[in-house]
């Protein structure tokens, strides 16, 4: 394969960048970028990285010996897979230890529920915790509801997520619920997990206290667990949860965001920024969220350096250390590069699961844009819409892409992916070969494409500017 | 509705019972059963009464609080549903309690797994048992394989159930693993849990030990998990288990059969015997294993008696007790009713979870083959197939069948039964209204008419000799 395209490789003399002059990429870039685009299709890399994750590792919490375990995984594989440079940048982070998670209704049915703790939670008495439940349909109703329906009682947050747009409208009820609740007196909180399956599978996911109310316990129960207390307190009579909860704070802990780079030919300082979090929750094996993610990116490099088709611009590939507890690894990657946000020449992560990709979005300089219409040309026959130049490039580049980094945002599609995220049910048989592969390819082509790109894709304020 | 069927109501002189006979439904009654089977289909009692249990009982582990819960909810449930004659009969077994259930694989790559002990499983030390695995792809398999091969290790048996017809195939595994294992020499056993689904649950289910072996633990894990362990195999080297298992047995229990009858009018003595078992697995709430069996009887029988379409036998639905540890429940049926055989006019119970009914199976003597056929050209509209007249009237029946009682096999749809079976996700939301409301509209069309036959379908040696 690399003699085959070793004509390709013979390309043109560096354009430099020129503003207001359109540039294209020629015609042997756009062979060689449809050449990733075909080629790729046969690979199988990032199933075998993702199986390789998820088998080796599993669940990997920030903080617990699973995160260790990653980042040790993480670096070797990146060595195993041929990376030019790998290594690894500190992130610390407060640490949170899961415990007992115990619930039962006591009254007017006993029955056990199936519940998770949230990630932060603080613990109940070692006796639990027994109160009534009050039901809402979701968050905003309960910081409508007066105090007296609250104080001494166990809110109940039942807002049931009907589909996977739906998610940021429904996880403010995880995030913030508790302190919302405390603050009318509430002694402790329980949600409808926030997911579209209807598995007896609760979804764990970060809470945060507010620094001014006192701190309850939060946990959530599975849709199917939600239907019955429901059914229950429809009946009119006083329901009564017991709550046990033994999760605690674990001190600091430092991990890493792992970095591999394939470097490149011309203009090594600047990359194309890559990744996905290499953190996951507990309860499963972090398959969709975010295995996926690290592998399809680890594997998108690793293919354009297998045959031996160097772009201009360096590859790097991130992945993020505790991305679930609060972008920690995000943050820590700004901090670390902040003065260097003009050696990205494009930033995209993949964290809603395992593909295919939909549509992709650039956020470059007006110049730019017909090399994002030629990108878009070759990845068009990979079922890829065309989007906007507004792109969010995923959560632990969010912050960059505020800062001023070109970004790109390749769209997974996530019909199936809520019904998984953040339950012991995400494992790696959920994985479609034929649909990660999809995803690998296309960051293939757009990783290559942007790194071999004629101009800068621009950044920083004038870029920002150029944007509204 | 009453008042619209008063006509059919008025029925010509009771035929009496003559062999050689041609002997078939008149007309009216005819009339009456077509009826039923439309003025039912517009009822959801079935499911309603399936919402209470589920909600108002929930798990109900033979000779756990909740079975004691369950037979209380059922007396009254019949109550309320106006049964003629309500009762119980003691149903005395050795009662199993499930206590800590963990396991992670120690090595070459640490891993908690999702399991659960095998009802009826003695427990490991309290340290545990941890030990090599050893994997084969089905029960079969190990007991061809030389003792070398297992002594001391802990049997991994991976036969993974592909489709719902493949219950019988894989099952043994489950029921009878343990002691084939012990034989070789096996510290424990694991298994891939009995399902067709690709959930992180497992599945549990009775096991019972040889007596001339030892006793070794008995557990499953969810298919995600055998798919996992399998994959760490495949790489070569050993892998060790930890396994922690604290159940235990529980001395004698007593539940009970709950009996509901609605009394015939001309033959009040014989009787169409209609059920489901009342035990549940603890995992779930037992909404389809076998919540559905006992709502679609109940609400057969119950539908007849609302419309005062009072048929010339009784109706008795039977809700039997600890059929899931081996059908005692059944068998303390037999026990006590074991003269009276020929008072059975048919016996049919449901425990294949929610519907709808796909075909009609009789066991009954050859003069009332022409009536069977009546009663399928009623059902066929609902999408009932005809069936042989060698069928299988259900689990708790089935000893009554060998001793002699005229028989029907009223078939459920089971394509997706065995991804919810004896799984935390057997729960009320997996219930169709109308799947669940087909199956009690074919009871009651099946209960009523069974209950109305001109003659006896027969019974004892004679009808067992025939049918050979
Ligand atoms: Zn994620
Ligand atoms: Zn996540
Ligand atoms: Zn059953
Ligand atoms: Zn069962």
């Given at each position: 394969m690399t003699l085959l395209l070793s004509s390709a490789l013979v390309t043109p003399g560096f354009a430099n960048d020129s503003a207001n002059k359109s540039v294209v990429f020629t015609e042997k870039e756009m062979q060689t970028a449809a050449w990733i685009r075909d080629a790729a299709r046969a690979d199988n890399m990032s199933y075998k990285i993702l199986e390789s994750l998820t088998t080796e590792v599993g669940p990997r919490m920030a903080g617990s010996p699973g995160d260790a375990r990653a980042v040790a995984w993480a670096e070797a594989k990146f060595k195993e897979l041929g990376f030019d440079k790998v290594w690894?940048?500190?992130?610390?982070?407060?640490?949170?230890?899961?415990?007992?998670?115990?619930?039962?209704?006591?009254?007017?049915?006993?029955?056990?529920?199936?519940?998770?703790?949230?990630?932060?939670?603080?613990?109940?008495?070692?006796?639990?915790?027994?109160?009534?439940?009050?039901?809402?349909?979701?968050?905003?109703?309960?910081?409508?509801?007066?105090?007296?329906?609250?104080?001494?009682?166990?809110?109940?947050?039942?807002?049931?997520?009907?589909?996977?747009?739906?998610?940021?409208?429904?996880?403010?009820?995880?995030?913030?619920?508790?302190?919302?609740?405390?603050?009318k007196g509430a002694v402790a909180i329980v949600i409808r997990s926030v997911g579209t399956d209807s598995h007896r599978f609760p979804h764990t996911g970060v809470m945060t206290y507010d620094a001014d109310v006192a701190q309850i316990p939060a946990a959530a129960m599975s849709n199917s667990d939600a239907d019955m207390v429901a059914r229950m307190i429809k009946r009119g009579k006083p329901v009564s949860l017991k709550l046990e909860i033994s999760a605690s704070a674990a001190g600091s802990y430092t991990s890493y965001n792992v970095i591999g780079e394939m470097t490149g030919t011309e203009l090594p300082n600047e990359y194309v920024l890559i990744g996905g979090h290499l953190d996951s929750w507990d309860l499963g094996t972090g398959a969709i969220d975010d295995g996926a993610g690290c592998a399809i990116t680890m594997a998108a490099a690793e293919f354009i350096k297998r045959n031996g088709i160097k772009p201009k611009r360096s590859i790097r590939v991130v992945l993020f250390a505790n991305e679930e507890q609060g972008l920690f690894g995000g943050k820590a990657y700004l901090a670390a590069h902040q003065t260097q946000i003009s050696k990205i020449q494009a930033a995209a992560e993949a964290d809603l699961g395992q593909g295919p990709v939909t549509k992709m979005a650039s956020f470059v300089r007006a110049e730019a844009l017909p090399l994002v219409k030629q990108m878009h040309t070759v990845l068009a026959p990979l079922g890829i819409e065309p989007g906007d130049n507004n792109a969010f490039p995923g959560p632990d580049m969010g912050d960059l892409r505020m800062a001023g980094a070109a970004s790109f945002g390749l769209a997974l599609k996530a019909d199936d992916y809520f019904n998984l995220h953040h339950t012991p049910d995400d494992t790696f048989d959920k994985i479609e070969p034929a649909r990660i592969n999809q995803a690998a390819t296309t960051y293939a082509v757009f990783a290559w494409m942007a790194a071999q790109a004629p101009i800068s894709f621009g950044s920083g304020v004038e870029l920002l500017k150029a944007s509204k």
């Open positions: 690894k940048e500190p992130v610390t982070f407060p640490a949170w230890k899961r415990g007992v998670e115990k619930a039962e209704i006591t009254a007017p049915f006993q029955q056990p529920l199936v519940i998770t703790a949230l990630g932060n939670t603080v613990a109940t008495p070692d006796q639990g915790i027994t109160a009534e439940l009050v039901e809402f349909a979701s968050l905003k109703e309960m910081m409508l509801a007066p105090s007296e329906r609250i104080r001494g009682k166990i809110v109940f947050i039942n807002h049931k997520m009907q589909s996977s747009n739906e998610y940021g409208l429904v996880v403010p009820g995880r995030s913030k619920g508790a302190s919302e609740a405390a603050r």
